[in-house]
């Protein structure tokens, strides 16, 4: 795999005056997602772990519903882009070629991303009788400890990451990318191949929480997504159905929480 990263000359501004220096950039290349020969979806996305996103994708989109229903996975750099060739098992891939039937019918144009409002507004999984809870102290943590293992951010100040967070255990593990969906599915991808069990702890993200980033963790099986920027409305009222504790806008000690309260174990609040 190529660098994720590259070096260009600009022209920089500083209090000492004017000069050519070169930054350190995230590069973002076109990644087609295909399933038996077919293009089902292309992104912009940082070209680094392309495997994990191809496997975080299949299974926060629910073309598969688990890593063993992928036979293989393959990237092939186009030069323009990237194909990653994903090949479904035989089950996996009758079911989703059923699904494509449905969806291509009604728009007449093929798959080209999400084809309607019903696919966008899917059904979410209920995350509802998950008891993990987490402590305040966590949630602090938690954003401070995924800020250590932002090696791309620091190098270009232009990424998004998503992280992990086990209590007693820290970010266990961490994706970048240009895209915030793209490094929350990255990050699904490697939780699926690592084997770990999404439902023991919290989605980390640098982002603000779109309705997107609740339905994908709550694909994941994740009770808790935490976030460093505000949610959208859509978002809450998304969490407060499927049982998703939303809390976001950390802030050094400081954050909000926006649903289900009662897994995060913090002191009496008076109503503002």
Same mark, same amino acid.
């Not at 990451?161 to 007693?168: D, K, R, S, T």
């Not at 694909?219 to 939303?246: F, R, Y």
């Given at each position: 795999?190529?660098?994720?990263?590259?070096?260009?000359?600009r022209?920089?501004?500083r209090?000492?005056?004017?000069r050519m220096?070169?930054?350190?950039?995230?590069?973002?290349?076109?990644?087609?997602l295909?399933?038996?020969g @077919?293009?089902h979806?292309?992104m912009?996305?940082?070209?680094?772990?392309?495997?994990?996103?191809?496997?975080g994708?299949?299974? @926060?989109?629910g073309i598969?519903s688990?890593?063993?229903e992928i036979?293989s996975?393959s990237?092939q750099?186009?030069?323009?882009?990237?194909?990653?060739?994903?090949?479904?098992?035989d089950?996996?891939n009758?079911r989703?070629?059923?699904r494509r039937?449905?969806l291509?019918?009604?728009?007449g144009?093929?798959?080209?991303?999400?084809e309607?409002?019903?696919?966008?507004?899917?059904e979410?999984?209920?995350v509802a009788?998950?008891p993990?809870?987490? @402590?305040?102290?966590d949630?602090?943590?938690?954003?401070q400890?995924?800020?250590e293992k932002?090696?791309?951010h620091?190098?270009?100040?232009?990424?998004h990451?998503?992280?992990?967070?086990?209590?007693?255990?820290?970010i266990?593990?961490?994706?970048?990318?240009v895209?915030?969906?793209n490094?929350?599915?990255?990050l699904?991808?490697a939780?699926?191949?690592?084997?770990?069990?999404?439902a023991?702890g919290?989605?980390?993200? @640098?982002s603000r929480?779109s309705?997107e980033m609740?339905q994908?963790?709550?694909?994941?099986?994740?009770?808790?997504v935490?976030?460093?920027?505000?949610?959208?409305?859509?978002?809450?009222?998304?969490a407060?159905?499927c049982g998703q504790?939303?809390?976001?806008?950390?802030?050094?000690n400081?954050f909000?929480?926006?649903t289900?309260?009662?897994?995060i174990?913090?002191?009496?609040?008076n109503?503002?």
């Amino acid at each position: 795999m190529t660098s994720p990263l590259a070096k260009v000359l600009r022209t920089a501004q500083r209090m000492d005056g004017t000069r050519m220096a070169a930054r350190v950039l995230p590069k973002e290349a076109a990644v087609a997602l295909s399933y038996g020969g @077919t293009t089902h979806a292309v992104m912009m996305a940082t070209p680094d772990d392309l495997e994990d996103f191809a496997l975080g994708f299949s299974l @926060t989109e629910g073309i598969v519903s688990s890593p063993d229903e992928i036979e293989s996975v393959s990237v092939q750099d186009l030069g323009a882009g990237f194909d990653v060739q994903i090949r479904l098992k035989d089950t996996a891939n009758k079911r989703f070629e059923a699904r494509r039937r449905r969806l291509a019918g009604p728009v007449g144009c093929g798959l080209c991303g999400i084809e309607s409002i019903e696919e966008a507004m899917r059904e979410v999984r209920s995350v509802a009788d998950n008891p993990l809870s987490l @402590t305040g102290q966590d949630v602090v943590q938690s954003v401070q400890h995924l800020s250590e293992k932002q090696t791309l951010h620091r190098q270009t100040g232009a990424v998004h990451a998503a992280g992990f967070y086990i209590a007693g255990q820290g970010i266990v593990s961490a994706r970048e990318d240009v895209g915030r969906h793209n490094a929350l599915d990255k990050l699904a991808g490697a939780l699926a191949k690592a084997g770990i069990d999404c439902a023991s702890g919290a989605v980390v993200i @640098t982002s603000r929480v779109s309705v997107e980033m609740v339905q994908k963790a709550a694909a994941m099986g994740s009770p808790i997504v935490i976030a460093v920027s505000a949610p959208t409305a859509l978002a809450v009222s998304t969490a407060e159905q499927c049982g998703q504790t939303v809390v976001a806008l950390v802030r050094g000690n400081e954050f909000d929480i926006f649903t289900h309260p009662e897994r995060i174990e913090i002191g009496a609040a008076n109503v503002a």
